[in-house]
């Protein structure tokens, strides 16, 4: 496998330019325009259901899938997707049956709902496992992951 070329890392470069505008120009507000949790979480319920699906899934593929799913599927077989299938059916069922309920009750996010449901401290015990629980096990195995591929790709030796 040959190493990156002085080509291969201006197009790695300018894709990665490409997305950061493309995200930086969608994004952008009109100026004195004030945005709400509605619009964060929901868009201001201006996307179609294509968007809004393609969105589902794309924050769902990660490392974690290019590689340890792909690992996995190699090392055991097919059947890792079930995985997968079971999550695509547990959105629809999501976005069938309860979507609607939180967004009559004006309910955004998981800690709302526990805030609403219970109260404020069980939403902050929540809200702060959560973050621990991304910080230390999900963030951690995306980067390493990414970096494993990086690493393999760019042709860099990666110390033991």
Not at 11 to 40: C, M, N, Q, T
Not at 53 to 69: T, Y
Request: without cysteine.
């Amino acid at each position: 496998m040959e190493a990156f070329q002085t080509l291969d890392y201006i197009i790695f470069a300018a894709y990665g330019l490409l997305i950061l505008s493309v995200g930086l120009w969608v994004s952008r507000s009109k100026k004195g325009e004030k945005k709400s949790a509605e619009d964060y979480f929901l868009a201001g319920k201006s996307l179609p259901f294509w968007a809004i699906g393609a969105s589902l899934i794309a924050a769902n593929i990660s490392a974690e899938q290019f590689i340890g799913m792909s690992g996995s599927g190699f090392a055991i077989g097919l059947a890792i997707a079930s995985y997968e299938w079971m999550g695509a059916l547990t959105l629809i069922i999501v976005a069938k049956f309860f979507l609607p309920v939180f967004i009559r009750q004006g309910l955004f996010t998981i800690p709302e709902f526990i805030e609403k449901r219970f109260n404020t401290n069980l939403k902050t015990i929540l809200a702060i496992f959560w973050v621990g629980l991304f910080i230390f096990v999900n963030l951690t195995s995306v980067l390493f992951l990414g970096a494993k591929a990086l690493d393999t790709v760019l042709g860099m030796a990666m110390e033991q």
